[in-house]
């Protein structure tokens, strides 16, 4: 990496990395993810067809969203869990980055977040539209913590690109409250935001203390996007801190479908 990225970096809090992946790599997540949904589209009768066009598939998951709702969150937690996605979040060329930033023992922070947004694919704005916040108030990790925001499509504009705040990552931490799970932050205007337009196979890293925020989609298409989160184990207040750790995760206690599954059931699998 050029010695003025990475000055550019800690100067503006954010760089965009232009095709760092091929778009065909970006494209198998989120083809694995809408693989995911299609499955219980065709179940309920919303899809049709496996090879059914963009527009045909988001009008589907709309529908299914509005008249399947557990079905449609259940699909959203599954692709959190995608096999692509996590590979993506380890990729050696991600790995290389996190060094020449200068993060000498990478660690994920919280495991790797795809988002699919659209108004019409939330109850609340915040599942659509954030409000500027800042990541590490819900990291709580090292100081030069970073995340990397990979879109899976192009992302412009219209489509709701990111906003940033650049040189905000210097003024330290402002969240005064966690809402919906993001360090929200007051007192930025309209004016003090940048949108970053990206391309498929673009990396927006940026410092988990830079102030940001969700840009508007006024499109009728879905914003795809995934989201990493990484500490430095080797940063000293981190260590002298005990390397605290923020999230809690746990299974449930309860059985999700009685009686399920059945010895018959099992003989099907396992002979």
Not at 26 to 34: F, L, N, S, W
Not at 47 to 60: I, K, R, V
Not at 67 to 96: E, P, T, Y
Not at 200 to 219: K, M, P
Request: hydrophobic share 40%; proline share 4%.
């Amino acid at each position: 990496m050029a010695s003025s990225q990475l000055t550019e970096f800690r100067e503006r809090g954010a760089i965009l990395l232009e095709g760092l992946f091929s778009p065909d790599e970006i494209e198998r997540v989120r083809a694995d993810a809408k693989q995911v949904f299609a499955a219980q589209l065709r179940r309920h009768g919303l899809l049709q067809s496996g090879d059914a066009s963009e527009a045909a598939f988001e009008a589907a998951l709309f529908e299914l969203f509005a008249r399947h709702f557990d079905d449609f969150v259940n699909c959203g937690k599954q692709i959190q869990h995608l096999v692509s996605l996590h590979r993506l979040s380890l990729d050696a060329r991600i790995m290389a980055v996190l060094e020449d930033f200068g993060i000498r023992f990478p660690n994920i922070n919280t495991r790797p977040v795809l988002y699919f947004n659209h108004p019409r694919l939330a109850k609340a704005e915040v599942y659509w539209r954030v409000f500027p916040h800042q990541d590490w108030r819900s990291m709580q990790g090292s100081l030069d913590g970073v995340v990397i925001w990979v879109p899976l499509a192009d992302t412009d504009v219209a489509l709701g690109a990111i906003e940033v705040a650049p040189g905000s990552h210097k003024l330290g931490l402002m969240t005064k409250e966690v809402v919906g799970g993001f360090g929200q932050v007051d007192g930025f205007t309209d004016d003090d935001f940048v949108a970053i337009e990206v391309k498929q196979g673009d990396a927006l890293i940026f410092s988990a203390f830079l102030v940001h925020r969700s840009g508007t989609n006024v499109t009728d298409s879905i914003r795809w996007s995934c989201h990493f989160r990484y500490n430095n184990l080797a940063e000293e207040t981190f260590i002298e801190r005990g390397y605290p750790h923020s999230f809690v995760y746990k299974p449930t206690e309860e059985l999700i479908t009685p009686d399920f599954p059945t010895p018959e059931q099992l003989g099907e699998v396992f002979g």
